[in-house]
């Protein structure tokens, strides 16, 4: 049997088909996607359609990465975040908790959407931006710098957020 350190000690692994990278037996990635060498997919994450995980990339817990979504750099996602479509999560971005990121959104820098924000649609969240809460950010709506957007505000259409701004609350932007 073949073993693999995801962090917590050796467990039961392989190397997927497609891009050498490591897979624990209790994951499932689909033989279509993509996971590089360096790269590794643990716990019972799921990996779907054509969607890729490169470079340091990490998903873990219950998250899934599906459809040709793409997660590179040293992003990880992890818990049961879900990350489809052709969203692209790059850097050293986390996603986690329930947090989705869909559609053609971008998360990249050092970037944080986590508890169950949503980000979608053209949208793009960089830098040292946090999303939380049950935020949500969408359309073509730029959140970046240190800029946080939490609770249950909403960011859309073509709105702005940067600099250390912060949006909470019941605010819709």
């Given amino acids: 049997m073949t073993t693999f350190d995801f962090g917590n000690g050796l467990v039961p692994a392989h190397q997927h088909p497609n891009g050498g990278g490591w897979v ?3 994951a499932t990635v689909s033989e ?10 643990a716990g ?11 470079d340091n990339a990490k998903v873990s817990g219950y998250a899934e ?5 793409m997660v590179t750099g040293n992003a990880r996602v992890s818990d049961y975040a879900r990350v489809y479509g052709n969203a692209l999560v790059y850097g050293n971005v986390r996603v986690s908790g329930y947090a ?12 944080k959407v986590y508890d169950n924000a949503w980000v979608s649609g053209y949208a793009w969240v960089s830098g040292d931006a946090v999303v939380s809460g049950a935020a949500v950010v969408s359309g073509d709506a730029v959140v970046t710098d ?3 957007v939490s609770s249950d505000a909403w960011v859309s259409g073509r709105a702005q ?4 701004a912060k949006v909470s609350g019941d605010a819709k932007g």
Avoid: H, L, M, Q
């Avoid at 279509?32 to 997919?41: E, F, L, M, Q, R």
């Avoid at 019972?44 to 490169?54: E, L, Q, R, T």
């Avoid at 990465?65 to 979504?69: E, F, H, K, L, Q």
């Avoid at 957020?161 to 250390?164: A, C, E, I, K, R």
């Fill in 100 to 111: 989705w990121v869909c559609g053609t959104a971008k998360v990249y820098d050092n970037a």
């Fill in 161 to 164: 957020v940067f600099g250390n």
């Fill in 32 to 41: 279509t996607a993509y996971v590089g060498p360096d790269a590794w997919v």
């Fill in 24 to 26: 624990a037996e209790t």
């Fill in 44 to 54: 019972n994450a799921k990996v779907f359609g054509d969607a890729v995980v490169s």
């Fill in 65 to 69: 990465v599906s459809d040709y979504a």
């Fill in 146 to 148: 240190n800029a946080v």
